[in-house]
């Protein structure tokens, strides 16, 4: 045993985190040797709370300290569009990006035969039976153009036909700040598809 | 406020680690969703006990959870010999390469005028007036081929050189693997100087 059992431990732990393995983790303990006591023990601290108190939010799904979650609760935004997305991160790219103003609905997954997820086992009967009030009058679909996230999108585009609502998904296209020369044929032709007339 | 309070104060707490920053920290965040409640508890719990209950050994400046850690505690070692380190890091690099039995000395810094780092800032004090008892031997320092290791190590060098005490240095030479072609021309000097007779 090279390590003191408390170095250990800790060690495990920080393995947990996605991409963190023996090497990164010992480089996040020697930092903690500099680090205040006093900011150790926030840190454990807000380590506990964020698993106690954050849970998902009882409409849409996304993250929350509440019964239901700012964005939700927030009178001023539109409730007249949901934008369906894959999972909570999502929503915050579209929050910082900042001018969208409408409702979410976080399916927490995509349909996935291979992976054997279908799509009972994703967000999308709340969807469906209790988001889609009067009020609602579009969807976005907005998830990650792969095959999972098209054949969630036509899924739930099938679901939402015999209703009165309004459906749209993102805009495929080229990127911004790219040069056309490099671009993949598949995002030529998406980009001459979803093309928008200018005058 | 686009993240909810603890989620907010759990990143900042993440963002102290080295290296990462917003994006990692929130990639962090959104893994412990899916961990469960007892391993975050744990990990926690972990991050305190180490602050806690991890110091360093008074006598040799490595970390251990005892007044004095396990090398320096451990008798089948050889007390005749101490390998001077910049800090505890080197020591695990040391104990995982493996057939190293002597005692180490953690120095916790090497001397960098331009830093402001004089010899009374780093353990050389302890070296040389507690530990070099009538047992050791040899002192080997084994500190980076900075300059400032090599300013700490001349030190070191002028302080031993009174003492009926053996003092050597790490070799430098081609590392294990490597093609000679692409050497650095420093590379080769040093291993040229440092050259071992074989027959």
Redesign the interface.
């Known amino acids: 045993?090279?390590?003191?059992?408390?170095?250990e431990?800790?060690l495990?732990?920080?393995k947990?985190?996605?991409?963190i393995g023996e090497k990164?983790a010992?480089?996040?303990?020697?930092?903690?040797?500099d680090?205040d006591?006093k900011?150790?023990?926030?840190?454990?601290?807000?380590?506990?709370?964020?698993?106690k108190?954050?849970k998902p939010c009882k409409t849409c799904g996304h993250?929350?300290?509440k019964e239901e979650?700012?964005i939700c609760s927030d009178n001023k935004r539109d409730k007249s569009v949901i934008c369906v997305v894959q999972?909570?991160?999502s929503v915050?790219t579209f929050?910082?990006a900042g001018n969208y103003k409408g409702m979410y609905h976080v399916l927490g997954g995509l349909i996935s035969p291979i992976d054997d997820i279908n799509p009972e086992d994703i967000n999308i009967a709340n969807l469906i039976n209790k988001r889609l009030n009067d009020v609602v009058k579009e969807v976005i679909i907005a998830l990650n153009p792969s095959i999972e996230g098209e054949t969630t999108s036509l899924y739930i585009q099938k679901l939402l036909e015999t209703k009165n609502i309004k459906v749209s998904r993102l805009s495929y296209g080229i990127p911004m700040g790219s040069d056309i020369e490099y671009l993949d044929p598949l995002m030529i032709i998406k980009a001459l598809e979803d093309r928008k007339y200018i005058s």
Chains 1, 2 share one sequence.
């Open positions: 045993m090279i390590y003191p059992k408390d170095f431990e800790l495990e732990s920080f947990l985190l996605p991409g990164s010992e480089r996040f303990i020697f930092s903690l040797v680090i006591d900011e150790i023990e926030k840190f454990s601290q807000n380590l506990v709370n964020f698993k108190n954050i993250l929350t300290d979650c700012n999972d909570v991160k915050f929050e910082k």
